[in-house]
């Protein structure tokens, strides 16, 4: 293992942690451990623009392909200024887990530009999608490297790297991506997919100790593609959002937030913050509410040694991929709080994009219904797995899922041997 040690506490040494943990416990050698750690493929790309006013900025760009034993490399692509190659080894490496513990047949990628999409005009975000994607076209493809949003991108980024992948190659590839608007071959679900599976993997949590979700009291930080729509999810499953937040800050009701209303104020305003619904909340103070469920659903590192202290929900479902450290995650379980891990809370948006490669590879669509019945079932059976494992070797949920992620990629590589 020959690469440059990560950072302290960086979302890249937590996943180098986790898998360390798995692998102990699975009593791999260090040969299968440097294999399973070490990413398979990386591209780094330049990304040069030139802007609406006609100046040139330049953008650095990265994919990595973490595994691909159990079959194509598969997630998202992320747009933030923030973005480095080691974020997107983590991330990478996490969908490889991800994958394999909802058991679809994907390794894990993750790609990702450094660039902040609030500041850039629809057209200029047209041509940096469109030459991220050319610049990496040896790497992308159906049955190679599959792409879907993440933090920052979109189902319109997802139609301009379909368009860009099969004018390219000449023919319309549908399946190259998933998460794309469903004109051009998404699935009926996909859109609220991730949230879906983050509501269904906090029943599954709270039937395990005899719970049900009506009248639960939910805080979710993070009001984005997952944030948001779980809120909506919990409130109609009889649960109560008592707080959210973006960003720019929260808010909070006791009785419970009208996320109806509050959904259109941020179609209006584009923040939860100054909803006229509850009262102002900060990103830090969401995360020690006293409420039944807390969903951390934004970013990595959020529950960190100071904050994670500080929680006092009992279950903690994460939303987000990475929001716990590694000394943030021996907190809440020294504390007794139940956390279901990103890797599987967070899985139903890979499985659905897996339901619409499938569909767009047959050309064969099918009714939302399908969808919905299938994502619960493949998030019901993961969970039960998990929760199975946890219980039988005494781990926390967090690494019963990397046990059984793992030793499933390493099946799959020891069977398939090393070539030559
Ligand atoms: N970006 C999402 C994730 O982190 C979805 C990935 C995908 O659908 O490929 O899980």
Redesign the pocket.
Known sequence: MSQTPPAANSPLANAHAQLAAAVDHLGYDAGLHAHLQTPRREAHVAVPLRTDSGDLKLFRGYRVQHNISRGPA???LRYSPDVDIDEVRA?AM??TW?CAVVDIPYGGA?GGVDIDPGEHSQRELERVTRRYTSELMPLLGPNTD?????MGTDEQTMAWVMDTYSVAVGHTTPAVV??KPIAVGGSLGRAEA?SAGVVQATEAALRERGEKIVGKTIAIQGFGKVGAHAADIFAAKGARVVAVSDVHGGVRAEGGLDVARLLLHVAATGTVVGFDGGDPCSNTEILALDVDVLVPAAKENVLDEVTAATVRAPLVVEGA?GPTTTAGDAILTRNGITVVPDILA??G??V??YFEWVQATQYFWWTAAEVAQRLEQRMVTAFGAVAELAQRDGLTLREAANVIAVKRVAEAHQLRGLYP
């Open positions: 598969k997630g998202g991330l996490w969908m991800k993750k599959i792409m879907a949003p993440d998933t998460g991730t991929n967070n899985a948006g890979v659905v994009s």
